[in-house]
């Protein structure tokens, strides 16, 4: 075979699809001739993917524009001879690698997990022959037989089938089994509606079939898939941005004031090294060096309050994207819905009931009116109850856990349901009525029937189906008492399509009464005559806990959109349940439609709609990337195959950790392991306290790092005596970035957090009150800072080591106080309360056991250079210090105090 043919395969004729694949469905191809096509098109897998080396990943630690500054600094600190400066110095930058090494395990396994999907074994038609071969072995031109049970080893072209259902929803989105058949169809048919094809990964139900490969691994619509979670770009969060940005901030200002510091001293003739120890001793003083490992801390233990949450993050930044995000797309089956068909509405005698419950769980009432009803004051009501429960060939049983699930159809298993809420029991019907024949449902006759009675007794066949096929063979209809009247077909019909329109899925129910001594079941035994009972309307209901989370993130700012393979209708009836709209109709777009936009028409319609129906996933990855051009943080729910290019691509992808595939879950950042949409609802509450904790270590420790960095340029530009000496400014950046700093990291959520709006993803991560409120704070510290060392160097009897001690406990106190301040931009600490984090007096009273270990032991006092501090010294500290917390306080009540009602005249 030269080369496989490039046409659509679902619009071929099965006739044809055989000959062009150069093979004979009757014998399959010869065992030479598929060997010879395996080497040419190669084995039935996908591709892996080539992934970073360990060491790589370990060294991209570094590449970040501070730590540049900080190994630059250590290695010219070494070479000048400062050995135990440039370890501290060096020492800090790998272990901030270390931690981000370990902690974020960014392993790519999506591919992986897809190839384990169509790993399995085939039956396939070879040399004349039925065998049983690795599903790797598949060539285009095999023929594979399929039978329930089996899961479909590669694309193929159905040729024959009896009664074929396969499970695509992980691929489509679909909700029920696909009924495959043979006719060829329209080249625009869409993914989910191409019945005459199979596709690899997806799962037989019920049925037989025979079909031939047109696609193997790479070339699958699973390996197709594979090839857009390759190329989906794995995106910066808004903090990786944010921080990225902030780094390079400060690396500029930073090595602009170290430059001037060198060259001021270079001018007034001072000794180039020592001027050179001034420059790195000011980058050393600017650099934030927690702040990276703040930010990973921070993540991490963020990591562990969702995980309490029941949410697991395989990505350390999806912790602060949630905060920052302004649109969640959610897949509907099994994430907005409950993934397990329920009947709704049941039409019967004229009346038109409602069950209540959902899912398989038997608890539920009928209702007419919002009234319970006696089911059997409606005759015409119990027969279609029961002519659901003996014409089905499924089971609802209890699993390990004790849960309710289906065996076999989930249409089927709504059915049983339904009866069993209105008191019917399976057992008694079928010891009443046992099956005696059956006529499988095929999807040319549109309906299933069974013969039902005693050996002896009169015999009855019920139907179920089509309603549009089976009003056709109705001569009468069941009335409420159980009368027969002439059949209404339009009627039906209206009510069938009435049901519809409010996103159920509607079948019609019959019967046919025989005479005793009839025993066989054949088509024309209902093909007239028959008796209407009534319709049952089914729906995969929404989840009651996602109607609350919806609202919830709706108050909180956030859009919610679906995005399903599924029908437009029954998607419109499902958001219209959940509320995803505020007005009362709910915009819908099909996948058709989207098909014919581009550039700026798809970002409006992505903006401007909330459902998107009948999607392919290579559009869902499109809509994905329409939000993010439009500035939006995309957060991405799903759970099947279909869902993971667009979980990849978005900012946060997450997966359903129940039902959802290997490929989902490797795909994603966030696993809900509840598989709650509401739990997402907590996550973002905390990813915003993440950023919010970020944000408020960043307002703390940007005076300091501002204020050691100005004193020394300052003291250079005067032409006085440094305040502090190098390794004074790695102790105090060093010691209070552990035991002040990462307080802010435990700090709880702030109690309105929820109520705010998402953040402008454009909004800069330094905003104009923090800066103005950063300049305020430097300024104390420097002016503190200078005074304290004239006046504690004008003492008689005090030295230069004594000043320099002083003016590190100024800072340090200056730090502590402003800590204070910083638990909240917005409100008073007294308003917060200050036991409300434990680790805040911790971390104070740790700080200054150390600070009085640096003034007064004769260890710490040689290492750095300091002397013990006189008493009144601590007095100008403490002023100093409480000044500061109270200016910051004043400064939030004028900024941020509740606006005064106005009086009326």
Request: proline residues 5%; hydrophobic residues 45%; aromatic residues 6%.
């Amino acid at each position: 075979m030269k080369e496989l043919p490039q046409i659509n395969w679902h619009e071929l004729p099965e006739a044809e699809a055989a000959p062009l694949l150069e093979c004979d469905p009757a014998t399959g191809l010869a065992q030479a001739e598929a060997e010879a096509r395996l080497r040419q098109f190669g084995p039935n897998q996908m591709t892996a993917q080539r992934r970073l080396s360990e060491w790589m990943r370990f060294l991209l630690q570094f590449h970040q524009p501070l730590i540049y500054i900080l190994l630059v600094s250590a290695a010219i600190t070494a070479g000048l001879g400062k050995w135990v400066d440039a370890a501290v110095i060096f020492g800090v930058t790998v272990a901030n690698a270390i931690i981000g090494y370990i902690q974020e395990a960014k392993a790519e396994k999506a591919i992986g997990a897809l190839a384990k999907m169509i790993v399995t074994e085939a039956t396939v038609r070879r040399g004349g022959e039925k065998v049983r071969i690795a599903s790797t072995q598949l060539v285009p031109g095999d023929v594979v037989l399929l039978q329930a049970g089996d899961r479909v080893p590669a694309d193929l072209r159905m040729l024959e089938e009896h009664n074929l259902q396969i499970e695509e929803a992980a691929l489509t989105g679909e909700s029920v089994p696909s009924e495959k058949q043979t006719a060829p169809l329209p080249a625009g048919t869409i993914l989910a509606e191409r019945t005459s094809l199979a596709f690899a990964g997806t799962l037989v139900t019920a049925g037989q079939g025979e079909g031939v490969v047109f696609a193997t691994g790479d070339t699958t619509e699973v390996g197709r898939i594979a090839g857009m979670i390759g190329k989906a770009d794995a995106l910066q969060t808004p903090l990786t941005r944010k921080i990225a940005h902030f780094s390079r901030l400060v690396m500029y200002v930073i090595l602009g004031l170290a430059a001037v510091t060198f060259g001021i001293g270079i001018l007034r003739g001072e000794p180039w090294p020592e001027m050179f120890m001034a420059a790195i001793a000011l980058a050393v003083g600017a650099i934030p060096e927690g702040l990276p490992a703040v930010v990973t801390i921070t993540l991490a233990i963020g990591v562990g309050r969702m995980a309490r949450q029941r949410a697991i993050i395989r990505h350390l930044p999806a912790v602060e994207t949630l905060g920052s995000t302004t649109v969640i797309c959610s897949d509907k089956t099994g994430t907005l819905t409950q993934n397990q068909m329920t009947v709704q509405e049941i039409h019967a005698g004229g009346r038109l009931y409602h069950v209540t419950g959902g899912g398989y769980e038997p608890a539920g009432e009928i209702h007419f009116e919002r009234k319970p009803v006696v089911v059997g004051e409606n005759v015409a009501l119990i027969e279609t109850l029961g002519a659901g429960l003996l014409c089905n060939d499924s089971q609802v049983v209890r699993n390990e856990e004790g849960q309710s699930i289906a065996q076999g159809d989930p249409t089927e298993a709504a059915l049983i349901v339904a009866a069993q809420k209105a008191g019917l029991s399976e057992e008694e019907w079928s010891g009443r009525l046992p099956r005696i024949e059956t006529i499988p449902f095929e999807s040319g006759y549109k309906y299933m029937a069974t013969l039902h009675g005693a050996a002896r007794g009169p015999k009855v066949i019920y139907i179920k189906g089509a309603v549009e096929t089976l009003i056709e063979k109705c001569a009468h209809a069941l009335g409420e008492n159980g009368e027969l009247t002439p059949v209404d077909g339009a009627l039906v019909l209206r009510h069938a399509e009435a049901m519809a329109a409010r996103g159920l899925r509607v079948l019609g129910f019959a019967r046919r009464e025989m005479p005793p001594a009839h025993t066989g079941l054949e088509h024309e035994h209902v093909a007239a005559e028959l008796t209407f009972l009534g319709l049952q309307g089914k729906l995969d209901p929404p989840r009651p806990e996602a109607i609350a989370a919806v609202a919830k993130c709706r108050s909180a700012g956030i859009r919610v959109k679906m995005i399903t393979g599924d029908h437009v209708l029954t998607a419109k009836a499902i958001a219209a349940r959940i509320g995803l709209d505020t007005g009362p109709d709910v915009l819908a777009l099909t996948g058709r439609e989207l098909e014919k936009l581009t550039g700026d028409e798809l970002a409006d319609a992505a903006e401007r709609a909330s459902v998107f129906a009948r999607v392919a996933p290579e559009q869902k990855l499109r809509l994905v990337q329409a939000l993010q051009a439009r500035g939006h943080i995309v957060a991405m729910t799903g759970d099947g195959v279909n869902d993971a290019p667009a979980l990849k691509q978005a900012d946060i992808g997450i997966a359903m950790g129940i039902t959802g595939t290997d490929v989902s879950k490797e795909a994603a950042d966030m696993i809900l392991t509840d598989d709650d949409f509401a739990t997402i609802e907590a996550a973002v509450g905390e990813g915003r306290g993440v950023f919010d904790n970020l944000i408020k270590f960043i307002a703390w420790i940007l005076p300091t790092s501002a204020g050691l960095a100005l004193t020394l340029l300052v003291a250079i530009v005067w032409d006085v005596a440094l305040p502090l000496l190098p390794t004074q400014l790695l102790w105090i950046n060093l010691v209070t970035s552990i035991l002040l700093g990462l307080v802010l990291v435990f700090e709880p959520k702030e109690s309105d957090i929820m109520q705010r709006p998402p953040r402008d993803p454009k909004r800069p991560l330094l905003t104009l009150p923090l800066l103005m409120r950063t300049g305020l704070v430097t300024l104390i510290s420097i002016g503190g800072a200078f005074g304290l060392f004239a006046w504690e160097h004008g003492v008689e009897g005090t030295n230069l080591d004594e000043a320099r001690a002083a003016v590190v406990n100024l800072i340090v106190m200056v730090q502590s106080c402003y800590l204070l301040n910083c638990r909240s931009r917005t409100r008073s600490m007294f308003a917060i309360g200050l036991f409300s984090n434990p680790w805040l007096l911790a971390g104070i009273g740790a700080t200054w056991l150390a600070q009085l270990a640096f003034t007064y032991t004769p260890f710490m006092n040689q290492l750095f250079h300091t002397a013990p501090v006189r008493a009144e010294a601590w007095i100008y500290i403490g002023a100093i210090g409480v000044f500061t917390f109270a200016v910051v306080e004043l400064e939030k009540w004028l900024r941020f105090r509740a606006p005064q009602p106005t009086k009326k005249p």
